[in-house]
């Protein structure tokens, strides 16, 4: 079982930057592949980043791809996703996930089902 916790959302303007965090409770931190997805109003759960269990593969959505940056770090069981140049249109609610697949390829991590466990998500609010 992993308990997420995310955090660092907030309100920004267009071009400006944000981080958040993802907590995840357990000792096993480093056996889950971890994602982030995100949620606007009206729309479904899309992909924005994945990183394996040691942070030495990455994949992002081409509409990120560029602009954020996904990052862990197991000694604190946190993953970080580091968001710069935002827009208008990455106003959503961000999510981290776990997955306990063991492989690691763009197909997999970029389905919402193939997430094992869920945080709670932080809202991110970019202003034009």
């Known amino acids: 079982q992993v308990h997420l916790v995310e955090s660092g959302g907030g309100l920004v303007q267009a071009g400006g930057s944000l981080r958040l965090s993802c907590a995840a409770s357990?000792?096993?931190?480093?056996?889950?592949?971890m994602g982030w997805f995100r949620q606007a109003p009206g729309q479904e759960r899309e992909f924005v980043a994945a990183i394996s269990w040691s942070g030495g593969s990455t994949y992002y959505a081409d509409s990120v791809k560029g602009r954020f940056t996904i990052s862990r770090d197991n000694a604190k069981n946190t993953v970080y996703l580091q968001m710069n140049s935002l827009k208008p249109e990455d106003t959503a609610v961000y999510y981290c996930?776990?997955?306990?697949?063991?492989?690691?390829?763009?197909?997999?991590?970029?389905?919402?089902?193939?997430?094992?466990?869920w945080g709670q998500g932080t809202q991110v609010t970019v202003s034009s």
């Open positions: 357990g000792r096993t931190f480093s056996s889950y592949a």
């Open positions: 996930a776990a997955t306990a697949a063991r492989s690691f390829t763009a197909a997999q991590t970029m389905g919402v089902q193939e997430y094992d466990y």
